[in-house]
């Protein structure tokens, strides 16, 4: 008996600083737009590059995120807000003009071989949000269109510029 009181005891633990720590908030605010800084208008890859990025990237990339339902939920919110200031900190699409050159070259070609390896995005993100996951066509396309940026062909340097 003294190991069934033990757990419930335990339990009611867990459960009050469950219901505690939902108190704890995180900040669902995005920064401001700024349309004229953003990757597709600077760069205008074709509709489809665009739809990619879109339903792929700018969720976590991006100033436009939009917070699911589970991010009123603690533990759950402070670990997707964690996953997104680490996103934008890598590469945010829409702050793209505050790039040097070489940033935008090294940030794109990084996407481009992690978008065709599968590690973007993030199979823990493609779990929840299934229409997110890239079909191999999908990858290939985002892919062969990051990698057009960051070649050295004539014309194409003044879009990393």
Known sequence: M???L????????????????QFIRIDKSNPPLNPSEDFIAVSKPPENVTL????????????????????NIAPASW????????????????????????EKSKKIHKAAEEVKEGEMPLSSYTLIHFKSKLSDDEKATLSN????LTSTTPGTESEMD
């Not at 879109?54 to 436009?64: F, G, P, Q, R, V």
């Not at 964690?82 to 699409?93: C, K, M, Y």
């Not at 269109?145 to 057009?148: A, L, P, Q, R, V």
């Open 2 to 4: 003294p190991s069934i």
């Open 6 to 21: 033990k757990f419930k005891n335990i339990a009611l633990v867990m459960l009050v600083i469950l219901l505690g720590i």
């Open 52 to 71: 990619i990025l879109k339903k792929a990237c700018y969720d976590c990339h991006s100033n436009e995120t939009v917070y699911p339902w589970y991010s």
């Open 79 to 102: 670990w997707l807000k964690s996953h997104i200031d680490e996103a934008r900190e890598a590469l945010n699409f829409s702050e793209w003009t505050d790039y040097s050159g070489k």
């Open 145 to 148: 269109y990051f990698h057009t």
